[in-house]
């Protein structure tokens, strides 16, 4: 087994956590950026040293290849000669190196399981492990059971003991339909914990339960129409999917397993699933930040949770490049229910284009009907958050703003014990103040609600807060409504932010409980 580190990957300080969740990030040598990389990798040279040839690679042969100029890292099973992409790499040379010569899969997964390796490293790779290194067999095995459960051994064997119960699932048929039953055995469960894909034969239904994912995965045996409904049965913990047949035939089976088929698996051991969204709209709200509305396949069930984000992914330049985003409602006034379809079909997104940026200029130039392609979304923010919540505090900064609206919105919609919201906003100029007056209205519509702006760079005209988060803004803002007050923090901005506000936190001697900082 190849032996991994497991310090935290990349290091706090390194530029590379600050990209993942910030937007300060030490300046890479000129002409080494992203786009220089992708370039690189087009040109046609041999990056590995091996004229394009693949070997495969021993655990002794890995280790040799250690040092800067000669500098191999395995990710899941694959070797990769990262050395001619070390300057080029955000998190610095030496985040790579600590995975230098062994199997970085850990360590990379800790950081940017969705960063697409394999596209932007397609040119570095060495070959496979001769030996494959820690991937749980289970999970690559197909399982031949269908419409059944499958033994509990081959279900529970990879799972650690505070697993949830294993669902499984069964189906039925009428003249036109096909049923799909999913058994969760979980009474928590709504219609956002499953989501639903199918494209030609293949059909995806995936539901996630706490920090695993249950699939039901097949080859349909025949064909069916594109649309289709779901239904959840919270008091049984049972999810219905019923599919339209083309044609009025009877079905022998369901079909044929694909991969990870009726297993329960950590979510983290899975790769992340995308299906093509197209391009509805895009409008303006500020200077730089772009409202863009895209649809969802009609093949598509997927609604993304409260304080989750998905990633989006484009081909640029002949790479595919992949970034977090924050879905939002339409408005802040959008009413908290479970959407209703056809309207869930549409995912909104506050997105800031950087014009030196390599993926939001990108976006920008999509025409109308144009196709992104959208993940499963993902986040650690938990609705339990909210129980008997009465005070809530929003401390956001530039597009940090984009988690705050959905849990806003919840709260004031769903959370009865609550007292009062308060957001502080911090931008550099009231330029980039984001939804500004659907913000003002929403203060002066809903007394629990307050709004404070603060200004990083103001014009002379600004008499209303300034400066950088600090314990001076904070201490006052953050007043509980009474001594024993059940409250909760919300962060989110540039990594430098982020990070001080939860140190400015801990000083006003709020809990770790009590924070939730979004970092992705
Ligand atoms: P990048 O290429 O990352 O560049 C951005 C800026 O940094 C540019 O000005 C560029 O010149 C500069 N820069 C890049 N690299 C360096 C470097 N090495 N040294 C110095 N400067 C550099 N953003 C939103 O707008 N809306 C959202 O809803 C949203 N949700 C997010 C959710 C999560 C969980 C996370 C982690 C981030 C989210 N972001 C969101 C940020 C988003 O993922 C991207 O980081 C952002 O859109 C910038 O991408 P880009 O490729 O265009 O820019
Ligand atoms: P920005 O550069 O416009 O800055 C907004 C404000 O952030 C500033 O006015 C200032 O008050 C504060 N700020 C900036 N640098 C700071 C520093 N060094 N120390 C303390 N405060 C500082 O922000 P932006 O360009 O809109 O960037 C928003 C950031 O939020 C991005 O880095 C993005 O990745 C992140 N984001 C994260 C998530 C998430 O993790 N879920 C979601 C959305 C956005």
Redesign the pocket.
């Known amino acids: 087994m190849l032996n991994v580190p497991s310090q935290s990957f990349p290091a706090p300080s390194s530029q590379q956590r600050a990209a993942s969740?910030?937007?300060?990030k030490v300046p890479l040598k000129q002409g080494r950026s992203l786009m220089d990389w992708i370039r690189l990798t087009k040109s046609g040279k041999d990056l590995t040293g091996l004229k394009g040839r693949l070997i495969e690679v021993t655990e002794e042969e890995l280790k040799k290849h250690n040092t800067k100029n000669d500098c191999w890292i395995c990710i899941r099973g694959l070797v990769y000669n990262v050395s001619p992409y070390m300057e080029y790499h955000p998190g610095g040379e030496d985040e790579l190196m600590r995975a230098a010569g062994s199997d970085g899969t850990d360590l990379f997964d800790q950081v940017h399981r969705w960063v697409n390796y394999e596209s932007m490293l397609r040119e570095c790779l060495v070959g496979r492990m001769a030996v494959k290194p820690a991937v749980p067999k289970d999970c690559r095995e197909e399982k031949k059971v269908l419409n059944g459960m499958l033994p509990k051994s081959q279900v529970t064997g990879m799972l650690a003991k505070e697993s949830p119960v294993s669902p499984s699932y069964d189906w039925f048929q009428t003249d036109s339909s096909v049923t799909i039953v999913i058994y969760t055995k979980q009474k928590d469960i709504n219609l956002e914990s499953v989501i639903v894909d199918h494209q030609f034969d293949t059909f995806r239904a995936e539901t996630i339960i706490k920090d695993y994912s249950y699939l039901v995965h097949v080859g349909l045996s025949h064909e069916i129409q594109e649309d289709f409904s779901v239904r959840v049965v919270k008091n049984v913990g049972k999810i219905e999917i019923v599919l339209k047949k083309k044609e009025n035939t009877s079905w022998e089976c369901l079909g044929r397993p694909l991969e990870n088929h009726n297993l329960l698996i950590l979510k983290k051991d899975t790769g992340l699933y995308y299906r093509k969204c197209q391009l509805i709209s895009k409008e303006t709200v500020t200077h730089d930040v772009k409202f863009f509305c895209l649809m969802l396949p009609r093949s598509t069930h997927l609604q993304v949770p409260v304080g989750q984000?998905v990633y989006l992914k484009l081909t640029i330049t002949g790479t595919e490049i992949v970034k977090p985003y924050?879905p939002v409602p339409d408005s802040l006034f959008s009413e908290f229910k479970e959407p209703v379809l056809p309207n869930n079909k549409y995912i909104y997104f506050l997105i800031?284009i950087y014009p030196a940026g390599l993926f939001t200029p990108q976006l920008d130039h999509l025409q109308i009907g144009d196709f992104v392609s959208v993940s499963s979304p993902e986040g650690n923010f938990k609705i339990s958050q909210f129980q008997e919540l009465e005070d809530f505090f929003l401390l956001a900064?530039?597009?940090?703003f984009?988690?705050m609206v959905k849990v806003l919105n919840y709260a004031l919609n769903n959370v009865p014990s609550l007292r009062k919201v308060k957001l502080m906003f911090?931008?550099?100029t009231e330029d980039?103040i984001i939804w500004r007056s659907q913000l003002e209205k929403l203060s002066f519509k809903d007394k629990r609600f307050d709004v404070e702006f603060?200004l990083?760079a103001p014009t002379s005209e600004w008499n209303g807060k300034t400066g950088?988060?600090s314990s001076g803004l904070l201490s006052e803002f953050l007043k509980r409504s009474s001594d024993r007050s059940k409250v909760l923090i919300c962060v989110?901005?540039?990594?430098?932010?982020t990070e001080?506000g939860i140190r400015v936190l801990h000083d006003l001697n709020f809990s770790k409980d009590e924070v939730h900082s979004?970092?992705?």
């Open positions: 969740g910030g937007r300060s984000h924050t800031k900064a530039g597009t940090g984009t988690p911090f931008n550099k980039d603060v990083s950088y988060i989110c901005g540039p990594m430098p932010f001080q979004f970092t992705g």
